[in-house]
């Protein structure tokens, strides 16, 4: 599977304002965007985010921080963000991401790019 492809959800919250978490994959329409080379640049401790895992973009009431942790929820579940998944670099999009991937059926964060949360 090409890493565009791996990376389509993240691109598409460039494209368009999503109320709720969303997932989408690239067919191609994001291979122009200025922000490809920055969203496939980033990595967490655990890797890359675009490299096996899907980007979504993540609904303000769907994620929280408190004392510097963040909590994000995923399949139903609130999740703890490991503080090797928090990128710190700034957010050029503005909004929350979350790349996930599971273990033993649970989603686990692999990359979390906090948004403004406004």
Not at 67 to 89: C, M, N, Q, S
Request: charged fraction near 25%.
């Amino acid at each position: 599977m090409p890493l565009a492809r791996l990376c389509a959800a993240a691109l598409l919250g460039l494209m368009a304002p999503l109320a709720t978490s969303a997932l989408a994959r690239d067919d191609g329409r994001y291979a122009n965007s200025p922000l490809k080379p920055w969203f496939e640049s980033l990595h967490s401790e655990y890797g890359q985010c675009c490299s096996d895992a899907d980007g979504y973009v993540v609904a303000d009431v769907d994620w929280e921080s408190d004392k510097g942790r963040y909590r994000v929820h995923l399949d139903d579940e609130w999740v703890v963000v490991p503080d090797g998944a928090v990128i710190t670099e700034p957010n050029k999009i503005g909004r929350t991401m979350v790349w996930k991937h599971y273990i033993d059926g649970h989603p686990r964060v692999r990359c979390f790019m906090p948004g403004s949360m406004t």
